[in-house]
C-alpha cells in the first residue's frame, strides 16, 4: 500500500518539479532582461527540464504502459 503512494507521489512530484523549473526559468529571465529575458529563460529551463527530467519521464511513462498491459492481460 504505501510502495503505491510512493510511486503515485513521485509523477506528481516530477509534474510539480517541471513546472517550478519553468516558473524559475520564467522570473529569473524576467529579472534579467525583462521580456526577452523570460521567453529566453523558459526555453533555456525547458531545455534543461527535458535533459534533467527526461529519463525519470520515460521511466514513469514506462510503468504506466506495463501498467496497462498487465491489466489487458488479467
Given at each position: 500500500?504505501?510502495?503505491?503512494i510512493?510511486?503515485?507521489?513521485?509523477?506528481?512530484?516530477?509534474?510539480?518539479?517541471?513546472?517550478?523549473?519553468?516558473l524559475?526559468?520564467?522570473?529569473?529571465g524576467?529579472?534579467?532582461?525583462?521580456?526577452?529575458?523570460a521567453?529566453?529563460?523558459?526555453i533555456?529551463?525547458a531545455?534543461?527540464?527535458?535533459?534533467?527530467?527526461g529519463a525519470?519521464?520515460v521511466?514513469d511513462?514506462?510503468?504506466?504502459?506495463?501498467?496497462?498491459?498487465e491489466?489487458?492481460?488479467?
Amino acid at each position: 500500500m504505501l510502495s503505491k503512494i510512493v510511486v503515485n507521489l513521485y509523477t506528481v512530484l516530477l509534474e510539480i518539479g517541471l513546472w517550478l523549473v519553468l516558473l524559475i526559468g520564467l522570473v529569473s529571465g524576467w529579472q534579467a532582461k525583462g521580456f526577452i529575458g523570460a521567453v529566453g529563460g523558459i526555453i533555456g529551463a525547458a531545455i534543461f527540464g527535458a535533459v534533467f527530467f527526461g529519463a525519470f519521464l520515460v521511466l514513469d511513462d514506462i510503468r504506466n504502459k506495463v501498467k496497462a498491459i498487465e491489466s489487458r492481460q488479467q
